[in-house]
T-cell receptor
Framework: RKEVEQDPGPFNVPEGATVAFNCTYS??????FFWYRQDCRKEPKLLMS???SGNEDGRFTAQLNRASQYISLLIRDSKLSDSATYLC?????????????FGGGTRVLVKP | DVKVTQSSRYLVKRTGEKVFLECVQD?????MFWYRQDPGLGLRLIYF?????MKEKGDIPEGYSVSREKKERFSLILESASTNQTSMYLC????WGSGANVLTFGAGSRLTVL
């Protein structure tokens, strides 16, 4: 089983609709969580951190469920510019430092 | 803004060649990482470093080595390149702390091994 798993998609989303997807992680000792966004042929960039209580940044809402070991991302009122691959990242603090493991990414295509 | 610079955007090498991929960051970050990204497999961690001269294996270190002689520079070395090392290589750096746990990536180095 992979340490961090995501549905690869693509999620085809009409403009203005809401889309949500999850990311599961296998190591219960994981300590912090992030969503990154990667545009085609570009490097990943931080979208948002995920906090235990859930957090919102504009149209984006992230949730963490430690009991079931998954995080989620919800995008409201989707824009064409939201089309991208969304990468889930899980951080484990090791003696040697922070080890960040990426999921395979969920591709989202927003269409007019 | 943190800048992470990878020396080569595109490289073509032959099987058996030694390959150096250089990465430099300008924000005094302690932590640096090398990932490779392949379709369907996502980003996989090759090596990471939390301090000068320190290095730790990631999930797929076989066939690679790294060097961190200076804080700002983290080099990935392929001692004898093979065709299965054809990939996009991404370097990243980060400083950990309250509100500062952000990975910043370079633009990537696309390596083709013939």
């Amino acid at each position: 089983r992979k340490e961090v798993e995501q549905d690869p998609g693509p999620f085809n989303v009409p403009e203005g609709a809401t889309v949500a997807f999850n990311c599961t992680y296998s190591n219960s000792a994981s300590q912090s969580f992030f969503w990154y966004r990667q545009d085609c042929r570009k490097e990943p960039k931080l979208l948002m951190s995920v906090y235990s209580s859930g957090n919102e940044d504009g149209r984006f809402t992230a949730q963490l469920n430690r009991a079931s070991q998954y995080i989620s991302l919800l995008i409201r009122d989707s824009k064409l510019s939201d089309s991208a691959t969304y990468l889930c990242v899980v951080n484990q603090i090791k003696a040697a430092g922070n080890k960040l493991t990426f999921g395979g990414g969920t591709r989202v295509l927003v269409k007019p | 803004d943190v800048k992470v610079t990878q020396s080569s955007r595109y490289l073509v090498k032959r099987t058996g060649e030694k390959v150096f991929l250089e990465c430099v960051q300008d924000m005094d970050h302690e932590n640096m990482f090398w990932y490779r990204q392949d379709p369907g497999l996502g980003l996989r961690l090759i090596y990471f470093s939390y301090d000068v001269k320190m290095k730790e294996k990631g999930d797929i270190p076989e066939g690679y080595s790294v060097s961190r002689e200076k804080k700002e520079r983290f080099s990935l070395i392929l001692e004898s390149a093979s065709t299965n090392q054809t990939s996009m290589y991404l370097c990243a750096s980060a400083r950990w702390g309250s509100g500062a746990n952000v990975l910043t990536f370079g633009a990537g180095s696309r390596l083709t091994v013939l």
